[in-house]
């Protein structure tokens, strides 16, 4: 049975940090790429950021670009999202999701297999 399970989520003022990890088990982790997705309340889930099976190739979503950082650990089947400079628009519930698409890492949810329950993330000013 695969399970993503997302931690390091909290409250925290606009300008500071947070760093989310997620945990995966049961999938042979490296031959998935891994997606960030978040979800504010009333809004469609939105992508974040998403790194390759080797974690070669990341891509950011233009609004955390500089702010945000993913990486992975193959060894320790585990993918992290280092959050700074934190804004109120942030706030949202954060989600680790796992693909199976080969060629590049994907910026849609339908391209994700997996899904982790999420993090809450909340950004005060």
């Known amino acids: 049975q695969v399970q993503l399970v997302e931690s390091g989520g909290g409250s925290v003022q606009a300008g500071g940090s947070l760093r989310l990890s997620c945990a995966a088990s049961?999938?042979?982790?490296?031959?998935?790429?891994m997606g960030w997705f978040r979800q504010a309340p009333g809004k469609e889930r939105e992508f974040v950021a998403a790194?390759?099976?080797?974690?070669?190739?990341?891509y950011y979503f233009d609004s955390v670009k500089g702010r945000v950082t993913s990486s992975r650990d193959n060894a320790k089947n585990t993918v992290s999202l280092q959050m700074n400079d934190l804004k109120p628009e942030d706030t949202a519930v954060y989600y680790c999701?796992?693909?199976?698409?080969?060629?590049?890492?994907?910026?849609?949810?339908?391209?994700?297999?997996?899904w982790g329950q999420g993090t809450q993330v909340t950004v005060s000013s």
């Open positions: 790194t390759s099976q080797r974690g070669h190739t990341i």
């Open positions: 999701a796992a693909s199976p698409r080969v060629f590049g890492p994907s910026r849609e949810p339908r391209e994700y297999r997996y």
């Open positions: 049961g999938l042979t982790f490296n031959t998935y790429s």
